[in-house]
């Protein structure tokens, strides 16, 4: 009887995280192809516009594992002329969700010329903002120009979403940054050695983004050891719960507005969809409270 070979499975969403052996360089690869998926087809978009929405989730993971991995980190991105804003939130237990909100349901605007927020959680408690002009038309040089100018990190990064016809093929990442210890030597090497990978679509829709083959790429000849791994997946946040906390932070007269009429109120979530309904009874027991 002749064996039939097993099929390899496939790859699921996570960050890879490593370090050369050297010290000189801490890498991180994910992949976020799954996490995409979902996203768009919760936000029901597609085309270039989709592209910065995957590519910007992507980014908010890979800065979120570099700069604040126990905690939520936030990236807005406002086209020029305020038109569209595409928002995407990554959280320490590797759930990332994501929206573009439009002035104008018929707008498709550019990211060029915009501006990248960074929204993050300091360790003692604190939030951390940072704003940088997109000097170009993608979200790895906008992500680039905030590690540059913001937080100062030297650091060497591109993320990539690549659609097939009707679906997504592969979406994922990397950042490889230079640790404090080290000096410009080793990072002018690499910089070289990473102008081929600027523009990483191809290479990761022909691994299906596996970030083992991408670590393998980027490190390619110099010793290095994998040191974490973690899982990703969208996750909305929302919850009936969430909802109520959120009305109970209006004025009680408000809320008493809200209910006069004893109709329920529906809201949905810009994130997923969900719709949720609120009681006249339960605004009337917010108001009280």
Same mark, same amino acid.
């Given at each position: 009887?002749?064996?039939?070979?097993t099929?390899?499975p496939?790859?699921?969403?996570?960050?890879l995280r490593?370090?050369?052996d050297d010290?000189?360089?801490?890498?991180v690869?994910?992949?976020?192809?799954?996490?995409?998926r979902?996203m768009?087809a919760?936000?029901?978009?597609?085309?270039?516009?989709?592209v910065h929405?995957?590519?910007?989730?992507?980014?908010?993971? /890979?800065l979120r594992?570099?700069? $604040?991995? !126990?905690?939520? @980190?936030?990236c807005? =991105?406002?086209?020029?002329?305020?038109?569209?804003?595409?928002?995407?939130e990554?959280?320490?237990?590797?759930?990332?969700?994501?929206?573009?909100?439009?002035k104008?349901?018929n707008t498709?605007?550019?990211i060029?010329?915009g501006t990248l927020?960074?929204?993050r959680?300091l360790?003692?408690?604190?939030l951390?903002r940072?704003?940088?002009?997109?000097?170009g038309?993608t979200v790895?040089?906008?992500?680039?120009?905030?590690?540059?100018e913001?937080e100062?990190v030297v650091?060497?990064l591109?993320?990539a979403c690549?659609?097939?016809?009707?679906?997504v093929?592969?979406?994922?990442g990397?950042?490889?940054?230079l640790?404090p210890?080290?000096g410009?030597?080793?990072?002018?090497?690499m910089?070289?050695r990473?102008?081929d990978?600027?523009?990483?679509g191809?290479l /990761?829709?022909k691994?299906d983004? $596996?970030? !083992?083959p991408? @670590?393998?790429?980027l =490190?390619?000849?110099?010793?290095?050891?994998?040191?974490d791994?973690?899982?990703?997946?969208?996750?909305?946040?929302?919850?009936?719960?969430r909802v109520?906390?959120?009305?109970?932070?209006?004025p009680?007269?408000?809320l008493?507005?809200?209910?006069?009429?004893d109709?329920p109120i529906?809201?949905s979530c810009d994130f997923?969809?969900?719709?949720?309904?609120?009681s006249a009874?339960?605004l009337r027991a917010?108001?009280?409270?």
């Open positions: 009887m002749i064996a039939t070979p099929a390899e496939s790859p699921s969403d996570n960050a490593a370090e050369t010290g000189a360089f801490r890498a690869a994910v992949r976020t192809t799954d996490t995409v979902q768009l919760k936000q029901s978009l597609w085309g270039a516009e989709a929405l995957a590519d910007l989730a992507t980014g908010a993971i /890979l594992e570099t700069m $604040a991995p !126990s905690h939520r @980190l936030q807005l =991105l406002r086209s020029a002329d305020g038109a569209c804003l595409w928002v995407a990554s959280n320490p237990d590797g759930g990332t969700r994501g929206l573009l909100t439009r104008d349901k498709t605007a550019s060029h010329g927020e960074v929204v959680t360790r003692n408690g604190e951390h940072g704003v940088v002009q997109i000097p038309g790895s040089q906008a992500l680039m120009v905030y590690l540059q913001s100062q650091s060497m591109a993320v690549e659609l097939g016809d009707d679906h093929v592969a979406a994922g990397y950042i490889v940054q640790l210890e080290v410009r030597g080793p990072l002018a090497i910089a070289e990473l102008r990978f600027e523009h990483i191809p /990761l829709a691994n983004a $596996a970030t !083992s991408l @670590l393998d790429e =490190l390619y000849g110099m010793p290095f050891t994998r040191v791994e973690r899982p990703l997946d969208w996750r909305c946040r929302c919850s009936k719960e109520l906390a959120t009305l109970a932070t209006l009680g007269s408000d008493a507005g809200l209910s006069a009429d109709k529906e809201l997923c969809r969900a719709d949720y309904v609120v009874e339960e917010l108001a009280k409270s």
